[in-house]
């Protein structure tokens, strides 16, 4: 999910409360907007903010597949698993949505 991605950002100064407010309801459209594309990996199907489908093979844990299982943002804001995509890239790499050339912009949960 796009908000859980601006922690990298240290923003102290007076404006807070404005831009929470601005932050929160861009990401309402945006979930509004994309909401199948961009939640569920085009790959295996599952959502992205769960286990992929491999993860969840492998451990039978719920909280321990989505510990070990990570998003992967592309360029296009495109998501996916890190599992499926490193997969993917081996052999096209390219955004198995849009076709455009596959380049990460950011990994995390
Ligand atoms: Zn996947
Ligand atoms: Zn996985
Ligand atoms: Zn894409």
Same mark, same amino acid.
């Given at each position: 999910?796009?908000?859980?991605?601006?922690?990298?950002?240290?923003?102290?100064?007076?404006?807070?409360?404005?831009?929470?407010?601005?932050?929160?309801?861009?990401?309402?459209?945006?979930?509004?907007?994309?909401?199948?594309?961009?939640?569920?990996?085009?790959?295996?199907? @599952?959502?992205?903010?769960?286990? /992929?489908?491999? #993860? !969840?093979? &492998?451990?039978?844990?719920?909280?321990? %597949? *989505?510990?070990?299982?990570?998003?992967?943002?592309?360029?296009?804001?495109?998501?996916?698993?890190?599992?499926?995509?490193?997969?993917? @890239?081996?052999?096209?790499?390219? /955004?198995?949505? #849009? !076709?455009? &050339?596959?380049?990460?912009?950011?990994? %995390? *949960?």
């Amino acid at each position: 999910m796009p908000y859980q991605q601006m922690d990298d950002k240290s923003d102290v100064d007076s404006q807070k409360p404005e831009k929470m407010f601005t932050l929160k309801k861009w990401n309402a459209v945006a979930m509004w907007s994309w909401d199948v594309e961009c939640d569920t990996c085009a790959i295996c199907r @599952v959502q992205v903010m769960d286990a /992929c489908l491999r #993860c !969840q093979a &492998e451990s039978k844990t719920d909280n321990y %597949g *989505k510990q070990e299982c990570v998003v992967v943002w592309g360029e296009c804001n495109h998501s996916f698993h890190y599992c499926c995509m490193s997969l993917w @890239v081996k052999q096209n790499n390219r /955004c198995p949505l #849009c !076709q455009q &050339e596959w380049s990460i912009q950011r990994m %995390g *949960k």
